[in-house]
């Protein structure tokens, strides 16, 4: 690190790079004082924000201060000659950079800082982002929502459900933000706050960070490779546990109804030669019937009406190989005996009097588990290890991370604002801890589709969320690719998604041919897992037919033949930070091209998948890094550039590495 000041100018360079660039003439920090409004429905939200203050810190103090035998630089920034704000920079231990900031005059609320930049400079990351792998040239609000059905307000989707119910979606909104991108110059940069953010890569010369309060820090640092970048991030921010043994054995099929039918359907299925790892029953519970289709009874505990004998069967399926997973939320039903058990004990939030607070969604209403309250974080911890994990439960879904509102009153005294962003963190903490104080880390699956700063550690898979049963690139299966993408260079490297996806509203029903690609392209996921949708009648599943159920066998039978190349692309997220699905930039930093590629991905270091997206599509037109592909189903081998191949359904574009070290196994996989 190093400082370079003359003439009111002052400049940061950290290996050999220029960070920051600040001059009274071009100034890099300005702070503000603003006043946000946030509508939420239903968890989407409509922010505005009221900015009554901009200001320019042009002048400031320097002082050069001697810390861990390191030469550090406070620099106090003013305003008409009033301090304002101070920043210590320093290198820490680890050969970061980090700018701590602190506000002098605690009126300022809002925040902005100017990052240097190259014109041609490409940026990742944010979170996950479902529409741009690339970030360039848009900016992206980062604040923890519903993502949206539709995801695209010039499509008919989308305003069809902006106009019935507020929740269309654009192409920045996603379950999981994070304030953190990274470059193709092989750096990344973390501003740590939980406050709403924007980050804007829309100037030639410089990114700006906005934030609305004062970040405690800005952390950043290069590496000579991307693989290495991906060490030192996950070094920051955790890393994902690997995956339970089990999961790799087939697909976890998504069934509702009941025992006999989960049980009638398992058999049916293995019958016709899938392999089935797992039953996922997300309404194990009980059900509620809403005009939105099939919803839960959020009262975490069996619903023995619904799943009778489910207290034996549940081992009975165990001991025949196949793992029996559910569902839970932070929420709690209002008059049901969770809830009531709660509010006695004052484990909910409340509103700023001290008095009942619930929140809508969508025709019941819930109160929120306050996890800043540890007693109420241990109480929970209680109910899923007693509800779910001793009664048998191998796994569930974590849902519903991004819904905290900003108008209820915490435990903490922190403004629900500034913890609404974490709260996916404090959710995925409770979850961990409950599986590791069970002794099960090894043998549970949990999986959020929400997600914080600081809970790659704690949450053990991503997926998706709920994109709608379309063809359409904003919210179909096209988007979860750039989402598995940008979440794994953020540190989580094991994403998924619902096989067929979820959201059947306004028209959309999901298709044989859609069913049957999204399984192609689980295949060569980390984790198979299939949906029925919210309106499970509405759509195509995976046993409508025989053809499909063959289908599926075949995928599922190819993902388990890949188990071992699988588990050790796995555990390398766990040991390195590497994801297993990995932009093709990641090993081919040479090629400008890969940059730009955001519907394929390596899967691990020697198989690119390029999955079919369009509707009736059976040439494929996709790009190759330079290198030797051997295309899976043909042999054919090509050595980089753009090529077209063959992909009916069962044939998705698949290649490996010539040179692969399991080059047997790859070779394989046509045999199925």
């Given at each position: 690190m190093e400082f370079q000041i003359n003439d009111g100018n002052l400049t940061i360079t950290h290996k050999n790079r220029v960070v920051f660039q600040h001059s009274e003439t071009n100034p890099s920090l300005f702070v503000g004082v603003g006043e946000a409004n946030y509508d939420m429905y239903r968890g989407n939200f409509d922010i505005t924000d009221y900015v009554t203050e901009r200001l320019p810190l042009r002048k400031f103090d320097l002082e050069k201060v001697e810390a861990n035998c390191r030469e550090n630089l406070s620099v106090l920034f003013k305003f008409d000659g009033e301090p304002v704000i101070n920043m210590l920079v320093s290198e820490t231990q680890e050969g970061r950079l980090k700018a701590e900031f602190e506000a002098v005059d605690k009126k300022f609320n809002r925040f902005w800082m100017r990052v240097a930049a190259t014109e041609e400079e490409r940026v990742f990351g944010c979170g996950e982002q479902l529409t741009y792998l690339n970030l360039r040239g848009k900016n992206f609000p980062l604040w923890s929502s519903e993502p949206g059905v539709g995801r695209n307000k010039n499509t008919y989707t989308t305003w069809q459900a902006d106009v019935k119910d507020k929740a269309g979606g654009d192409y920045y909104t996603t379950n999981y933000p994070q304030p953190t991108f990274v470059s193709d110059k092989k750096y990344f940069c973390h501003l740590e706050t939980t406050a709403y953010a924007d980050f804007d890569f829309t100037h030639a010369e410089y990114h700006e960070l906005q934030c609305w309060n004062i970040p405690e820090y800005l952390l950043l640092d290069a590496e000579e490779s991307f693989p290495e970048l991906m060490t030192n991030i996950s070094d920051v921010f955790g890393r994902q546990p690997a995956l339970p043994e089990w999961v790799y054995n087939g697909v976890i099929l998504g069934i509702q109804g009941g025992t006999e039918i989960t049980i009638d359907k398992v058999t049916a299925a293995k019958e016709a030669g899938v392999e089935v790892a797992g039953a996922w029953c997300q309404d194990w519970q009980g059900i509620k019937m809403t005009s939105f289709g099939k919803r839960l009874q959020w009262d975490w505990q069996w619903n023995s009406d619904l799943y009778p004998g489910l207290d034996t069967k549940i081992h009975e399926l165990k001991e025949e190989g196949v793992r029996f997973l559910g569902y839970i939320n932070p929420y709690v039903l209002e008059d049901f005996p969770l809830y009531n058990e709660a509010l006695e004990k004052g484990y909910l939030a409340t509103k700023e009097d001290g008095s009942k607070y619930v929140v809508d969604f969508g025709e019941f209403y819930c109160g929120v588990v306050d996890f800043t309250n540890p007693e109420a974080c241990e109480w929970y911890k209680g109910v899923i290890k007693?509800?779910?994990?001793?009664?048998?439960?191998?796994?569930?879904?974590?849902?519903?991370?991004?819904?905290?509102?900003?108008?209820?009153?915490?435990?903490?005294?922190?403004?629900?604002?500034?913890?609404?962003?974490?709260?996916?963190?404090?959710?995925?903490?409770?979850?961990?801890?409950?599986?590791?104080?069970?002794?099960?880390?090894?043998?549970?699956?949990?999986?959020?589709?929400?997600?914080?700063?600081?809970?790659?550690?704690?949450?053990?898979?991503?997926?998706?969320?709920?994109?709608?049963?379309?063809?359409?690139?904003?919210?179909?299966?096209?988007?979860?690719?750039?989402?598995?993408?940008?979440?794994?260079?953020?540190?989580?490297?094991?994403?998924?998604?619902?096989?067929?996806?979820?959201?059947?509203?306004?028209?959309?029903?999901?298709?044989?041919?859609?069913?049957?690609?999204?399984?192609?392209?689980?295949?060569?996921?980390?984790?198979?897992?299939?949906?029925?949708?919210?309106?499970?009648?509405?759509?195509?599943?995976?046993?409508?037919?025989?053809?499909?159920?063959?289908?599926?066998?075949?995928?599922?039978?190819?993902?388990?033949?890949?188990?071992?190349?699988?588990?050790?692309?796995?555990?390398?997220?766990?040991?390195?930070?590497?994801?297993?699905?990995?932009?093709?930039?990641?090993?081919?930093?040479?090629?400008?091209?890969?940059?730009?590629?955001?519907?394929?991905?390596?899967?691990?270091?020697?198989?690119?998948?390029?999955?079919?997206?369009?509707?009736?599509?059976?040439?494929?037109?996709?790009?190759?890094?330079?290198?030797?592909?051997?295309?899976?189903?043909?042999?054919?081998?090509?050595?980089?550039?753009?090529?077209?191949?063959?992909?009916?359904?069962?044939?998705?574009?698949?290649?490996?590495?010539?040179?692969?070290?399991?080059?047997?196994?790859?070779?394989?996989?046509?045999?199925?």
């Open positions: 007693s509800n779910m994990i001793d009664f048998g439960l191998d796994g569930w879904m974590g849902d519903f991370g991004e819904y905290l509102p900003t108008d209820c009153s915490l435990h903490n005294g922190v403004s629900a604002e500034i913890e609404h962003n974490k709260w996916p963190y404090r959710w995925a903490k409770v979850q961990h801890e409950a599986i590791a104080e069970a002794g099960k880390t090894n043998d549970i699956l949990f999986f959020m589709r929400a997600g914080a700063t600081g809970m790659q550690g704690y949450c053990h898979a991503l997926w998706a969320g709920d994109q709608s049963v379309i063809w359409e690139k904003d919210d179909g299966l096209a988007s979860v690719i750039p989402a598995a993408l940008s979440a794994g260079l953020m540190g989580n490297g094991i994403s998924h998604s619902d096989i067929g996806g979820y959201t059947t509203l306004h028209g959309n029903t999901r298709s044989k041919e859609l069913f049957q690609r999204w399984a192609e392209m689980a295949a060569f996921t980390p984790i198979m897992r299939s949906h029925e949708g919210n309106r499970p009648g509405d759509n195509h599943q995976f046993d409508t037919d025989a053809e499909t159920m063959a289908h599926l066998a075949r995928m599922t039978k190819i993902y388990k033949h890949l188990k071992p190349y699988i588990k050790a692309a796995v555990e390398e997220n766990a040991t390195k930070g590497m994801p297993v699905q990995r932009p093709l930039f990641m090993h081919y930093e040479q090629d400008a091209e890969s940059y730009e590629i955001k519907y394929q991905y390596l899967f691990g270091r020697d198989l690119l998948v390029a999955p079919v997206y369009n509707q009736g599509e059976e040439v494929k037109e996709l790009y190759l890094p330079d290198d030797e592909w051997v295309h899976v189903w043909t042999g054919e081998i090509f050595t980089g550039g753009w090529a077209k191949v063959d992909a009916p359904v069962g044939q998705p574009p698949v290649f490996y590495r010539r040179k692969a070290e399991n080059v047997e196994l790859l070779e394989a996989i046509k045999n199925f």
